[in-house]
């Protein structure tokens, strides 16, 4: 068995500043959905939550720091659930 | 990192893709549950707006931040546990218990009052009202529920590797497990950044 390779320490201060972020993203999307813009706020909401799950997956799930394989193989299965949601969809045009 | 772990069945790596492997079920899982919301959504929009104005915005918002700090404060154990600060990674751990548990209690409050105003699937208040709101309910009680599940079997699996740190089961050289924990939990922390929008803030 091969020897396990060195991993990376990722340190505090990023991880607090990722947080803030987080933090900071969650009140623009209730401050933005308190205005009425209709359908725009729908956009604007899933779009802040793809924004914060894009920073959870890379820095508190390490994909930033981890090999390519694993950022791949996610990204193969969100492909796959937006597929199922576009081909379903296409049944309700 | 150290020889003796050769003759010790020990594959970080391995572990890590079985434990990723595990999450994407979760989240194709959680997505079909999330089709079946756009469409009914798509179906009964005026209701579900309606329904969504009855949840409390400012609990919703709460616990995404107990989520998302929680979700930091595992993420630091795990730099904790490599830095071979093992009481600091307990007591990262035993924070992330406490927020798991206040968001436990504040949902429990939350669905208390939702089911004082009979606001609960199969409930003869909810049944006057449309369609579109029993769906909504239903996917409400059904989507959280299915969520604070996660959140339950978290706080099982976290308190078992904080004592596994504490017997030092867990150290700098083996953190596989708590690794693994920690992307459990940030997954129960993404699929909660979802439901929020979906439920509290379209309106």
């Known amino acids: 068995m091969e020897k396990s390779e060195e991993h990376k320490i990722i340190s505090f201060k990023t991880y607090t500043v990722i947080l803030f972020l987080l933090i900071v993203l969650t009140s623009v999307s209730v401050l933005v959905t308190k205005i009425d813009l209709g359908n725009i706020s729908i956009i604007v909401a899933l779009s802040i939550a793809g924004i914060k799950t894009i920073l959870v997956f890379l820095f508190f799930m390490h994909l930033l720091y981890d090999k390519k394989m694993y950022s791949i193989m996610i990204a193969g299965v969100l492909i796959l659930m937006t597929l199922v949601l576009i081909i379903l969809f296409l049944d309700y045009q | ?203």
């Open chain 2, 1 to 203: 990192m150290k020889d003796n772990n050769i003759n010790n069945h020990y594959d970080h790596e391995g572990s890590k893709i079985g434990m990723w492997l595990f999450i994407f079920t979760e989240l194709l899982f959680f997505g079909g549950l999330f089709i079946v919301y756009a469409v009914y959504r798509y179906k009964h929009g005026t209701a579900f707006e309606l329904a969504a104005k009855e949840l409390d915005v400012s609990i919703g918002a709460i616990n995404t931040v107990i989520l998302l700090i929680s979700s930091a404060t595992i993420a630091m154990s795990i730099s904790s546990i490599q830095l071979k600060k093992r009481k600091l990674t307990i007591i990262l751990l035993a924070t992330t218990l406490i927020l798991a548990l206040i968001f436990l209690v504040n949902k429990y409050f939350e669905w208390g009052i939702k089911i004082e105003h009979g606001l609960y699937p199969g409930s003869g208040i909810l049944q006057q009202h449309g369609y579109g709101e029993i769906l909504f309910f239903g996917l409400y009680f059904f989507m959280t529920g299915l969520h604070a599940l996660h959140i339950i079997i978290g706080i099982i699996l976290i308190t078992i590797i904080m004592l596994k740190v504490k017997n030092e089961k867990i150290h700098a050289d083996r953190f596989v497990q708590l690794e693994n924990t920690g992307l459990y939990w940030h997954l129960v922390d993404i699929i909660w950044i979802f439901l929020f929008p979906l439920f509290y803030l379209i309106v």
